[in-house]
C-alpha cells in the first residue's frame, strides 16, 4: 500500500510514482525510510505542478524543474535539501526513461543551488594589534610579521602576496604592483608598519635568497615561500600570541576590509583595494547590511534628501 497524502493528484501524476515506490523496494531494495523520503519529495512537486494544470510527467521540461528548485529556495529549504529533491526527481525521471515513458531527463542539466560558504569573522583591532606585537629579531619572526603586516595593511589575496617579487615594491611611491584573478594588474598602496617591516626582512632575505630568485618571501631554502607554510606560520602565531580565533591568511584581508569600510563607508574604494571586479562581491564580503547603505544614500544623494519643512 501506497502511503500519501495525494489523493487529490491526477491518477496521470500518482500512478507512476506508485510504479516508482515499487520499483526502488523490489528492484533497488532500497530501505523504507529512504523509499518515504524520495516519495515526500516527489509527491510534494507533483502537487506543486498538479496546482498548475500540468496532468502528466511527460509535460515537465527543464524550465519547469527550475520552477521546483526555486519554490523550495523560496520554502525556507537548504541549498543541500534542494539538491536532493532534484537528485529524487532525476532518479525517477531515469526511471520513466528506463520504462520507455519519457524520451529524456529533463532534470538532469538543472544543477542544485550553491551551498553558501560562512565568511570567517573578522578580526577585531584589538586583535590584530595583539596578534601583531611581533618584537624578535629572529628572521623567520621578522619574515612572518612582515608578511602579517602586508596582508593587513594591504588587504591581499595569499595567492597575491605569495607571487609577489622584490621589484612589485616601490618604496618611493609607496605601492605595489600586484596581480591578482585573471591576471589582472593593480596598484595597491603600502606605507607604515607593513612598508617598515618589509625594509626590516630584505636585509635578512638577502642572507638566504637563491641566485635569480625573484620572490620577495622566501623560505630558509631561498625559494619562494609556499601558500601551505604562509598558512602554517600565520596559525602558529595566533595560537603564541594568545589570539582567541584561528588566524588564517583570509582572516587578515577580511579584516582590513572590514576596518576600512568602517572608517571610510567608501564601498568603492573597498572595491579597488581589494581588487573584486563586482561591487557585490565587495558588500557580500565586508558584511555591509543593506540598511547602511540605504542610509549613506538617504544622506549623499542630492535626490534622496527630505525637504526642509517650511
Keep these: ?105 529533463p532534470a538532469k542539466g538543472v544543477s542544485a543551488p550553491k551551498k553558501k560558504r560562512p565568511l570567517p569573522k573578522n578580526l577585531d583591532v584589538d586583535e590584530v594589534a595583539q596578534l601583531l606585537e ?25 595567492a597575491e602576496m605569495v607571487s609577489l617579487n622584490l621589484a612589485d615594491l616601490s618604496f618611493d611611491q609607496g605601492e ?34 637563491l641566485a635569480d630568485e625573484p620572490a620577495l618571501f622566501i623560505s630558509k631554502r631561498g625559494c619562494r615561500i609556499s601558500h601551505r607554510n604562509v598558512q602554517k606560520r600565520m596559525a602558529e602565531w595566533g595560537i603564541k600570541q594568545s589570539v582567541s580565533s584561528h588566524i588564517s591568511p583570509h582572516k587578515l584581508r577580511h579584516s582590513f576590509a572590514t576596518h576600512i569600510l568602517e572608517s571610510s563607508h567608501d564601498l568603492r574604494a573597498v572595491q579597488e583595494l581589494l581588487g573584486h571586479e563586482n561591487i557585490s562581491t565587495t558588500q557580500i564580503y565586508t558584511h555591509l547590511d543593506f540598511q547602511h547603505l540605504a542610509n549613506v544614500y538617504d544622506q549623499a544623494h542630492p535626490r534622496a534628501k527630505k525637504k526642509r519643512e517650511s
Excluded: C
Excluded at 34 to 59: D, P
Design 1 to 105: 500500500m501506497h502511503e500519501t497524502s495525494a489523493s487529490v493528484l491526477p491518477e496521470t501524476l500518482l500512478q507512476p510514482l506508485n510504479r516508482f515506490d515499487d520499483y526502488m523496494r523490489n528492484e533497488k531494495g532500497l530501505s523504507a525510510h529512504t523509499r518515504q523520503n524520495y516519495r515526500q519529495q516527489l509527491v510534494h512537486m507533483a502537487e506543486y505542478l498538479a496546482e498548475r494544470g500540468l496532468k502528466s510527467w511527460q509535460q515537465v521540461d527543464a524550465s519547469w524543474v527550475r520552477q521546483l528548485a526555486a519554490q523550495g529556495m523560496r520554502e525556507g529549504m537548504k541549498a543541500s535539501s534542494v539538491g536532493t529533491r532534484l537528485s529524487s526527481l532525476r532518479s525517477f525521471f531515469d526511471f520513466l526513461i528506463l520504462r520507455g515513458e519519457l524520451p529524456a531527463n
Design 134 to 158: 611581533v618584537n624578535e629579531d629572529d628572521p623567520l619572526a621578522v619574515r612572518d610579521r612582515a608578511m602579517m603586516e602586508l596582508m593587513y595593511g594591504a588587504g591581499l589575496r595569499l
Design 176 to 209: 605595489l604592483r600586484v596581480v591578482g584573478k585573471g591576471d589582472k594588474e593593480r596598484k595597491v598602496p603600502f606605507t607604515g608598519l607593513a612598508a617598515e617591516w618589509i625594509r626590516r626582512w630584505i636585509p635578512f632575505r638577502a642572507q638566504w635568497v
